[in-house]
Structures are given as C-alpha cells and as structure tokens.
C-alpha cells in the first residue's frame, strides 16, 4: 500500500501564490516519477508538473515560467510552488507518483480556488 497526502490548497486572489505539499509513504520501493496534475470542472485531468528522481522536470505549457516543481528524495515529498496564479488555475490538484516498474499512485487531490 501507497499513501499520498497532499496539502497546501485553498483560497487566492488572482496574481497570488501557493505552494502545495505531498507526502508519500507506505511500501515504497522505488520511486521513479512524482508530479502533478489537476482536473477542473467539467475538463479532464491533465498534466500541470512531473519531476523524476534523477532531477529533470516537464511542466505544462500553461504553467511554465510560474510553477515550479521541487521535491525531497528522502523525505519522499513532491512541492509544487504556485506564482501569478491565473483564474483558470482553479482546479482540483493531485499528486502522482510513478514507481520504476511502472506501478502508478494517486492523492486525494486538493482544491485550489483562484478569485478575481
């Protein structure tokens, strides 16, 4: 069993930040990928940010230049650091992570809610 548990969503102004956390733990052998996707309403989910252990990062277009992802190997902790953050931004966040024999893991997402 693998558990992720993200925080860090909530409430923000338009143009404001946030920074969300996940946490994974549990029987975890490998970890090749973490990242993030969402999924706002009525859209499907897509790809917001994935980082592999080895350290290379692929963003959305949409996000590129304003997120940025990070992540703690020993902690096994993905962060997703929001900036200028844009009403179509608004969306249910989830955590992934990817182990190296290809086994996929979600979170419970988090909810971020961009106003005007």
């Known amino acids: 069993q693998v558990q992720l548990v993200e925080s860090g969503g909530g409430l923000v102004q338009a143009g404001g930040s946030l920074r969300l956390s996940c946490a994974a733990s549990?029987?975890?052998?490998?970890?090749?990928?973490m990242g993030w996707y969402r999924q706002a309403p009525g859209k499907q989910r897509e790809l917001v940010a994935t980082?592999?252990?080895?350290?290379?990062?692929n963003y959305a277009d949409s996000v590129r230049g304003r997120f940025t992802i990070s992540r703690d190997n020993a902690k096994n902790t993905v962060y997703l650091r929001m900036d200028s953050l844009k009403l179509e931004d608004t969306a249910v966040y989830y955590c992934s992570l990817r182990t190296v024999v290809l086994n996929d893991y979600w979170g419970q997402g988090t909810q971020v809610t961009v106003s005007s």
């Open positions: 549990g029987s975890i052998f490998s970890i090749n990928t």
């Open positions: 980082s592999t252990r080895g350290g290379s990062t």
